[in-house]
């Protein structure tokens, strides 16, 4: 007989004989709740937790390598993508893992289902009382202060010492996800600070496509490539409004038709009503900002309903895992949702926010922009790997409190666009409410059992294609804020967008936004512009953009002014290079088309 074959043996044999996994190992162990959140007391045992269990996928190494191969532009395979079958391929479990897992399922009497097409989700649903009994831990109701939302999580857990080294990542767990997002506001436009002088007299005061064509050099050109898609993640009961889309065009895009529009996607129960008082600012602002500025790229707007798979992580994995088994997935999509890291639980952000490991895989994967007044805002992009990779652009909220995980500065903002290459204006300015800094779970270094977001048992390093762009900025920093950030994490922001006085229309009504989510919409319409440029002319699109990011730092606009302060801290200080207020800088989409090779 086997290894294999007396491994499975001895694996049926416990299962038969009832629990016998005796021995446990604790994965996770917290001091206490996050900050803004609050212990009840215990949950109740009839309360149903819908586990996601993410197994140790068998060559995530392979994957990370195949993902840098094709996206870093110095290899010969540059852009030579995977497919979806070669990309699990590398994501799929091994049998040993799949049959030490579904043997302790079995002694347990439960049946799990596959949750994707990898085979490395795995879900069930149990009662808390079991739940305590699989994982030695103690569920207990916790309720978020602000929103008065009770969850079912538990402090610590552990697994039996047979199936620890096969499991990346238990969800619900330690992680506690935060129901309330920093939503950006609508209000009455008003005069700008540091915005400079352009083509565009009342760009000093509000910024519209027709700021971002001028300040940017945003073609408006119509794209003709249909493979090319855009998708917009709605979550939240975020909707967005077609009636107020076609608002914006006539008022902001008066040079094409008032009738494009989005297509809708659904998953989890989403839907997007039309009735006015429906529209969500956040969503509006996602929609008008790619539908009108990536002249002519089909835009999707995925909703996200309640009916989450994804154990309370409200959809982030769903998403995902949901794009993921489309044949033709897009070849962007834009979120402006996020969490504090401190909130999610290390094994959970490395393995399972890395969205399904290739779809966004590790935090070094990750591009990221920051804010700014005519200044950057931050908006992390980052693509899933290899050939299914997926330029994702998103951006990373300001925490409402300082986490105890992060710098002293803000987290990073949504991208900025591009810059013109012609205009000639005063340089931009960091915005104040830029976030930025450097990662507590996130990091260059490979994760040990294929984990992607955020960082378990392992050393974590700055990314290897921003090691250099980090020590530089290290050095110039010197001693300030020492102590008080984590200098071997990953640095973020990538890059920076414009982030205040947005215009936008919701419930009929014109005004204007801040904050970190209006970059992310703007950065994505660039690459958008630019994927299209490549397909037409017989070239691979952007996939996973940060190692041509920093290869080609020189087609991004430097902003060397400016700081993040929060959190009790001065903060950081943007200056030549890049720096965690404004990453490499702002966008310059002649200067980026010629780097992409046109």
Known sequence: MSATALFLASLLSLAAAGPAFQNFVVQESLAGAPQGFAKVGPATDPTPINLRIALASSNFAGLEKALYDVSTPSSVNYGNHLSKDEANAFLAPSDDAVAAVQAWLTSYGL????????????????????????????????EHVASGKTYARTLSYALPVEIADHVAAIHPTSTFNNPESLRPVLSAPKPASGIPTDATPSCATTLTPACLQSLYGIPTTRATESSNTIAVSGFIEQYANKADLTSFLKKFRTDISSSTTFTLQTLDGGSDPQTASKAGVEANLDI????????GVPVFFVSVGENFQDGDLEGFLDIVNFLLGEENVPLVMTTSYGQNENTISKSLALYALSLANYFIPHAKLIVTANSARRMPLWVPAEPPSSSRAVTV???????????????????AAPTSPPSAPSMVSPPETASTFSSGGFSNYWGGASIPFTSSSQIVDCIVLVADYQSSAVSAFLTAQGTTNKGLFNASGRGYPDVSAQGENVEIVSDGQTGTVAGTSCSSPIFASVIGLINDRLIAAGHSPLRFLNPWLY????????????????????????RAGWDPVTGLGTPNFAKMLAAAGL
Request: net charge positive.
């Open 393 to 411: 652009v998103s951006r990373v909220a300001r925490p409402r409190a300082a986490p105890s995980t992060r710098p002293p500065s803000p987290p």
């Open 111 to 142: 049946v799990a289902t596959k949750s994707n097409g990898a085979g490395d989700w795995l879900s069930v649903t149990v009662p808390v009382s079991k739940a305590n009994e699989m994982l030695s831990a103690k569920y207990e109701t916790f």
């Open 288 to 295: 008008q900002y790619t539908v009108g500025v990536a002249t």
């Open 551 to 574: 290869a080609n730092p020189g087609m991004l606009n430097d902003v060397t002014t400016g700081s993040n302060p929060g959190c009790g801290a001065k903060g950081f200080t943007a």
